[in-house]
């Protein structure tokens, strides 16, 4: 782990804080699980340490593979605790405690707290409280009856905002448009397709606008196990009058499933990274190290297993 200044280690630690806060009110995200799957684990993890280049973050999970807390250190003092609590599949409670110099700061440190009504179609509320008592947000997340997200209400001491979402299909495309108080803000196109090789392939378009202005684009396409193959990157340029490349980003997966190589090519440019692992030896084939190449730059991952539980003779 690399060693930061004061000065450093707080920049990162505050500006790592500020764009949750920045992310999760300018949208709201819908109340989320986190799983094995989403930090590329399998088996019966209990926890798992990650050591990179900014810092360490550990992952500790419950016996179904559900995330329960997460802690991202970026100094021996300066770190981050998120917790999480569930029944079941329902999230009812997240907190993001920061810490300063050893100390829990109250300030920017803050709970979440959701329930759920079902008693027509589902409506989950979300509010936001700091560690100092004070409210800070509400959202409700309402559902249709196919369970598709239709609206987010926020409300707060400076007002209410409402996004609708909309969704239109047309020639087996399904597009989710994000609409703030009338102003698009999103927009999501999925649509399937089938390759020359009878494989089918899963392609999502993100559209970000800001004020109803076009801005940016990502378009991803994923394999029927959900692996990114190709993503390209647009940016919208007004002389144009339409959204130009940028750079386009293509994957390549080993025997494992593992990420093996990725393609940047931008411009007249095109940078190539491998990536080789080194396994835990478990039934489970999770990797503990992580080497990219050219850059000889590495991720390691110490991994904690649950105990098996052994059948009782009779």
Request: with cysteine.
């Amino acid at each position: 782990m690399k060693c930061f200044s004061s000065s450093l280690s707080q920049n990162i630690f505050l500006r790592s804080f500020f764009v949750f806060i920045f992310v999760h009110f300018s949208y709201g995200q819908e109340p989320k699980l986190f799983t094995l799957a989403d930090y590329d684990l399998k088996g019966n993890v209990k926890s798992c340490l990650v050591i990179t280049d900014y810092g360490k973050e550990e992952f500790e999970f419950n016996k179904a593979g559900y995330l329960t807390k997460l802690t991202t250190r970026y100094s021996d003092t300066d770190y981050a605790i998120s917790y999480y609590k569930f029944d079941q599949e329902q999230l009812l409670e997240k907190r993001l405690e920061n810490y300063r110099e050893g100390q829990l700061d109250p300030g920017t440190s803050i709970a979440n707290i959701y329930s759920i009504d079902t008693t027509a179609t589902k409506m989950v509320t979300e509010k936001i409280y700091s560690y100092q008592n004070e409210f800070l947000d509400q959202y409700e997340y309402s559902y249709d009856e196919l369970n598709r997200l239709i609206n987010i209400r926020r409300s707060n001491n400076d007002g209410i905002d409402e996004t609708v979402v909309v969704y239109d299909s047309l020639k087996g495309e399904v597009t989710q448009t994000f609409e703030l108080n009338g102003t698009v803000q999103k927009s999501v196109r999925t649509s399937l397709s089938i390759q020359k090789e009878g494989i089918p392939l899963k392609v999502i378009l993100v559209k970000e606008f800001l004020e109803g202005d076009p801005v940016k684009a990502i378009e991803q396409s994923l394999d029927s196990l959900g692996r990114i193959l190709k993503e390209q990157n647009f940016d919208f340029q007004e002389k144009e009058g339409s959204f130009v490349m940028q750079d386009v980003n293509e994957y390549l997966y080993n025997a494992d499933g593992l990420l093996a190589e990725k393609t940047t090519t931008a411009a007249n440019s095109e940078q190539k990274k491998e990536y080789v692992y080194q396994m835990d030896g478990q039934e489970y084939g999770n990797w503990i190290k992580q080497i990219i190449l050219p850059d000889n730059s590495y991720i390691t991952r110490k991994i904690t297993y649950y105990e098996k539980e052994s059948k009782l003779e009779e």
